[in-house]
């Protein structure tokens, strides 16, 4: 298992000026031909997207006033909500409307025709599947992992490939007791925010990202 803080990743700046990307992790890494890629986002300004064609997206919002994606003719979507995911096609080229300042986004993107995406919410305690890669990201209170007992906060998480088996088997992350917590606002309380992505050429084979809520 591999911790990270999204305030200590390397920033690369858009080629456009509009924002930067902060790589979480990727498979294979040091390549462009990713079988996924997981990284935080923060728009800076109104502007078009880069397009990866044969790539599937999901945005989710985490944190500013949020984001109006519009892409002619087939979708026109604002993102409001911290937690709230939007997938679509890397191939579509889409234009970004700030609705305030800054806003920061997770971004999800996996190869088509090799991983699919599904997307639920969980807010309980989390235990990673052995033989699978996946991230976990802290929205909101503070979080306890089994292994070393390390307290995650907004911003900060954990990310594992399909070859960690034995740490991802064997931790678990749940909401830390006896420390100071946010109050979870009333729009979560359904569970936190899940996505699964499961490779078509090996059902046992899937990728996961949960984005924690305090329970």
């Known amino acids: 298992m591999h911790h990270f803080d999204v305030e200590t990743l390397t920033v690369s700046p858009w080629r456009n000026g509009g924002g930067a990307t902060r790589e979480i992790a990727a498979w294979p890494a040091g390549t462009e031909e990713f079988g996924w890629r997981a990284s935080v986002a923060d728009i800076d300004r ?5 397009a990866f064609p044969g790539v599937d997206r999901t945005l989710t919002l ?19 909500r911290a937690g709230e995911p939007f997938a679509f096609s890397g191939d579509d080229e889409l234009v970004a409307e700030l609705r305030g300042g800054t806003c920061r986004v997770l971004n999800i993107m996996v190869r088509r025709g090799r991983w699919t995406i599904r997307v ?9 599947p052995a033989g699978h890669a996946g991230v976990l990201h802290v929205l909101h209170g503070r979080w306890r992992t089994s292994t070393d007992g390390r307290v995650l906060t907004a911003g900060q998480g954990l990310w594992w490939d399909r070859d960690d088996h034995a740490g991802a088997g064997s931790t678990r992350v749940r909401g830390a007791r006896g420390l100071p917590r946010h109050r979870r606002p009333q729009r979560f309380r359904p569970r936190g925010m ?7 050429r090996s059902p046992r084979s899937s990728f996961r990202t949960v984005t924690l809520l305090p329970s």
């Not at 109104?46 to 880069?50: A, N, Y």
């Not at 985490?62 to 892409?71: E, M, Y």
């Not at 899940?194 to 078509?200: A, C, P, V």
Request: charged letters at 20%.
């Open 120 to 128: 639920d919410q969980v807010a309980g305690p989390v235990v990673p």
């Open 46 to 50: 109104d502007g078009p997207f880069s």
């Open 62 to 80: 985490l944190t500013g006033d949020g984001v109006r994606l519009t892409c002619p003719g087939v979708f026109d979507r604002l993102l409001a």
């Open 194 to 200: 899940r996505q699964q992505w499961e490779n078509r």
